[in-house]
């Protein structure tokens, strides 16, 4: 069974740093391109930040930009979002996505998310 | 950055109604349309990818339709456990966007 299991979530002061871990299993990890999607409290999916299967190629939406990098260790199956300069508007679920297999954009497989608090 | 409107914010409707949900794109996305489906508490689900391909499991009610910016997902005969949210999704090389969202509610 393909499963997507994030941790790392948690309440952080603005302005503080977080690590969001996503460790998967049940399909070949180092062979499909991952992503982060957040959801606000109440609010609608934005799109975070995504990465190519090998790791050497990574992309952020604007808002995060320069402030989240987001990393892979194939060895360990595990998919990371480090996040600094954190804001309240960064206060939402973290969904780690795998691709739907065969494309690169398209959001087959989610985790049940993370919450990350930020507020002082 | 291209912008997705979902139309209408909310929709009404019964068990056994047809249901219409409408995604405008800012620009041409080709067919690089997803829709998704979430629940209260829940992960979203993907539905439809490329504008028109059902994912594995997803019921023959579900079925999208259109290219270029005017995209609509129809579920046809409503069944209680479709009332959701429901978004979509472009892709335009790495630029993901999604919509705000439709809420199909029971009327």
């Known amino acids: 069974e393909v499963q997507l299991v994030e941790s790392g979530g948690g309440l952080v002061q603005p302005g503080g740093s977080l690590r969001l871990s996503c460790s998967a299993s049940?399909?070949?990890?180092?062979?499909?391109?991952m992503h982060w999607v957040r959801q606000a409290p109440g609010k609608g999916l934005e799109y975070v930040s995504g990465?190519?299967?090998?790791?050497?190629?990574?992309f952020y939406a604007d808002s995060v930009k320069g402030r989240f990098t987001i990393s892979r260790d194939n060895s360990l199956n595990t998919l990371y979002l480090q996040m600094s300069s954190l804001r309240a508007e960064d206060t939402a679920i973290y969904f780690c996505?795998?691709?739907?297999?065969?494309?690169?954009?398209?959001?087959?497989?989610w985790g049940k998310g993370t919450t990350v608090t930020v507020s002082s | 950055e291209i912008v997705l409107t979902q139309s209408p914010a909310t929709l009404s409707l019964s068990p056994g109604e047809r249901a219409t949900l409408s995604c405008r794109a800012s620009?041409?996305?080709?067919?690089?349309l997803a829709w998704y489906q979430q629940k209260p508490g829940q992960a979203p689900r993907l539905l439809i990818y490329?504008?028109?391909n059902r994912a594995t499991g997803i019921p023959a009610r579900f079925s999208g339709s259109g290219s270029g910016t005017d995209f609509s997902l129809t579920i046809s005969s409503l069944e209680p456990e479709d009332f959701a949210v429901y978004y979509c999704?472009?892709?335009?090389?790495?630029?993901?966007?999604f919509g705000q969202g439709t809420r199909l509610e029971i009327k």
């Open positions: 999704q472009q892709h335009n090389d790495w630029q993901i966007t």
């Open positions: 990465i190519v299967s090998h790791g050497r190629n990574s």
């Open positions: 049940g399909f070949a990890f180092s062979t499909f391109a």
């Open positions: 620009q041409s996305v080709s067919t690089s």
């Open positions: 996505v795998r691709v739907l297999a065969g494309y690169y954009y398209y959001m087959g497989v």
């Open positions: 490329d504008a028109s």
